[in-house]
């Protein structure tokens, strides 16, 4: 039997409704029998969120900007300005909030 494999285009059709902007799917929790493992594109615009907005971290997150500029400050921790070409990586039970400075597109891995 062949391990699954996950392809997608990168492609405004393709994306659905988000918590608070849109969101991509390359895999979602549960494909190919893994349940700890997601990931995808999210798209957000700072109309999407005009104010900032608690996130409180749910599963490990690993995000990369490919464009745009989010502000993410860990609630008692450190802060973070994240633009195109910077990554950072969340641990589970994290409270965050975030602020959308410029759209942005966001490459997100939960495991």
Known sequence: ????VFHAD????????????????LRRNGDGGNE???SGIWHVTPADAPEPFDLPIEEDETIYIVSGH?????????????????MASFSKGAKTR??????????????
Do not use: N
């Open 98 to 111: 975030w602020t959308v400075v410029e759209p942005t597109v966001e490459f997100f891995v939960y495991s």
């Open 36 to 38: 700890a493992l997601a």
């Open 10 to 25: 990168h492609t405004e059709i393709q994306y659905e409704p988000f918590e608070v902007g849109q969101v991509q799917w």
């Open 70 to 86: 989010l502000h993410i400050e860990v609630l008692d921790g450190d802060t973070f300005d994240l633009k195109a070409g910077s």
């Open 1 to 4: 039997m062949t391990a699954p």
